[in-house]
Structures are given as C-alpha cells and as structure tokens.
C-alpha cells in the first residue's frame, strides 16, 4: 500500500525557534493536510492544500504542496510551549493508484517539544 | 455546534468480552471513518463508510464490525477475535473524500 515518510520523528526546541518537518512519497498525491494532535485527544486539521506548489498558511504555521506533487512541507514560526503535539502529515493518493478516493495515507507523525 | 463525539472517552473491558465504541456526528457529512492508533504507529484504518448502509474494510478489519444505518452514527464492535484491542480509537468523518474531522477518540484498555 502507500506509505508516506514522515521526517523528523520528533524535534526538542526552545521557544520562539522555528520549526520544519516534512512528508515524502513515492508516489503522486492529489491532497496534501496537516494535523496536529494533542495528548489523549483526536487529530486537528490545521492546513489542506490540493494544488502542486500550492502555499498555504494558518497563523504562525505555513504548508507547501511540493512541485512534484510527491511531498509536503510545514514549518512553524516562533514556536511557542502551546504548539506541543503530534503532527501528522496525510494525504489522497492519485485515484488510479489502485485506492479508494476516500481512503487517506498517514505518515507516522512528528513529536514536537517545545522548551519554555 | 456541529462535531463529532464519541463515548466513552475511556473503556475498560474483561479478556474475551465484546465491546462497542459509539461514533456521532452533526455535520451533514456522508462518509465516516474508524482508526486505530497505537504508539508510534500513526493512525490505521479499520473500516470506512461513504454512505448508509454500506462499508468497506480498511487495513486492520480483522477482528472488528461495524454498522451504518443513519448518516450521523458508526458504531465500531471490537470482537473477542481481535487478538490485542487495547489500543485509543478515532473515529472521524468528511463531507466528500478530502478533508477528514476528527472525534475525540475512545481510549480502550483490555484487561
């Protein structure tokens, strides 16, 4: 099946850093999101984005649809001890990759620490 | 407001027992979605609906059932068959096959 890597698999930083984490594929993605979940609590949507090259932001928080429509990027700005969590990258793969249009790939996460 | 909700937020059950894990939503949406996650292993999908009355197995179906008989409720059974249910469980659902919303998952532990 589809498999997305997901890249750092945890990250240790101080206040106010900015923060990048990313999600590759071997094969094409139609839909690009971005979660965060916090402890003992469902994943958040925080950023979808649908067209390759694609640059979205939600606050402090920025998400690219790569080029080659095979990976994503979110980076995080002047991070602050609020934005501890999980981020999980997802996304659809291309319809005749022999899977459901609804059936969404997850990477395996980010943990994010943040230092006060 | 509109949300998804699922109960219990925690759930203890005896070795052998079966188990059913309450899924609600109020978004007009159509599909629904059960996941699985344990640590370090992201989110895996057990069963999928995109419209009442059907469903479809996901990954790791083994050992669970569902049913879909009105467009807000997807009730997941966790089956005495599925060999290690301890596990927190999402269930999410999504207008049409973009974006998913999350419940705030029921957290499972066999005893």
């Known amino acids: 099946g589809q498999q997305l890597n997901q890249s750092p698999q945890s990250m240790f930083i101080q206040e106010g850093e900015d923060v990048s984490m990313n999600c590759t594929s071997s094969?094409?993605?139609?839909?690009w999101l971005w979660y965060k979940q916090e402890p003992g609590e469902g994943p958040v949507l925080l950023i979808a984005?649908?067209?390759?090259?694609e640059l979205t932001s939600n606050g402090r928080l920025t998400a690219q649809f790569g080029i080659t429509r095979k990976d994503s990027f979110l980076n995080i700005s002047a991070s602050i001890p609020s934005d501890v969590g999980i981020y999980f990258c997802?996304?659809?793969?291309?319809?005749?990759?022999?899977?459901?249009?609804?059936?969404?790939?997850f990477g395996k996460g980010t943990l994010l620490t943040v230092n006060p | 407001d509109g949300g998804i909700t699922q109960s219990p937020k925690y759930l203890f059950r005896k070795e052998g027992q079966n188990v059913t894990l309450s899924c609600e939503q109020n978004?007009?949406?159509?599909?629904m979605y059960w996941y699985r996650q344990d640590p370090g292993q992201g989110l895996r999908l057990i069963y999928y609906?995109?419209?009442?009355?059907?469903?479809q197995k996901g990954d790791i179906a083994e050992g669970y059932s569902v049913s879909r008989e009105k467009k807000e409720s997807f009730p997941l059974t966790v089956t005495s068959a599925q060999k290690n249910p301890t596990a927190f469980y999402l269930c999410?659902?999504?207008?049409?096959?973009?974006?998913?919303?999350f419940g705030p998952g029921t957290r499972l532990t066999v005893l």
């Open positions: 999410a659902s999504s207008k049409t096959y973009n974006e998913q919303f």
């Open positions: 094969s094409i993605f139609n839909t």
């Open positions: 984005l649908y067209k390759a090259g």
């Open positions: 609906s995109q419209i009442v009355n059907d469903f």
């Open positions: 978004l007009n949406h159509d599909a």
């Open positions: 997802a996304g659809h793969p291309l319809p005749n990759s022999g899977g459901s249009n609804y059936k969404l790939t």
